[in-house]
Each structure stands twice: as structure tokens, then as C-alpha cells.
């Protein structure tokens, strides 16, 4: 999304190898400019790539989401739902 050639939102994604739910395309990034202003253009953004995804004849999209980002609530009432859960840890 842009305002006057400037970019305020985004969303990207990438395709992993495999079938879904681990394969195929993934959400990496979805992205907009702080404040209020802003507020509800992450979600628009994302229901925009839904929608160029199925029309391609994609069937689904995967996203990972870190525990407690108010941000699933948005994912979930787009369609998002719970899996599975993982754990990465960093070794020193």
C-alpha cells in the first residue's frame, strides 16, 4: 500500500518447499507504519494477499506469529488458526 509513492504497509511472502501446512507460501512479513492513523492496514494488506493467493488456486498460507503479539487476534478473524507450536533457542 502506498500514499503518494510512499510505502506505509506491506506484506510478503515467500514459498517453502513441501506441501502445507509447512510448505508452500508463508506470510514473513507483514508490515505498516506506527499509529493510529495506520491502524487496520496490516489486516487490509493481508486480505489482499488472500485474495491474489486464491486467485492463483493457492489453498492456503501458512504464518508463524510469536505467543502473546495482539496481532493473532487480527490473523485469527482473517481465517488464521492454531496448529502447532514451536520453540527456538539460541545457543551461546
Do not use: M
Request: net charge positive.
Amino acid at each position: 500500500a502506498d500514499r503518494g509513492g510512499e510505502v506505509v504497509a506491506a506484506v510478503i511472502v515467500n514459498r517453502a518447499d513441501g506441501e502445507a501446512p509447512l510448505g508452500g507460501p508463508w506470510v514473513s512479513q507483514v508490515l505498516r507504519l506506527p499509529g493510529e492513523r495506520w491502524a487496520g492496514l496490516g489486516a487490509l494488506t493481508l486480505r489482499h494477499a488472500l485474495a491474489a493467493l486464491a486467485a492463483g488456486g493457492e489453498t492456503s498460507l501458512g504464518l508463524a506469529v510469536t505467543d502473546g503479539n495482539p496481532a493473532r487476534r487480527v490473523y485469527e478473524r482473517l481465517g488464521f488458526r492454531h496448529l502447532s507450536s514451536h520453540r527456538k533457542l539460541a545457543i551461546p
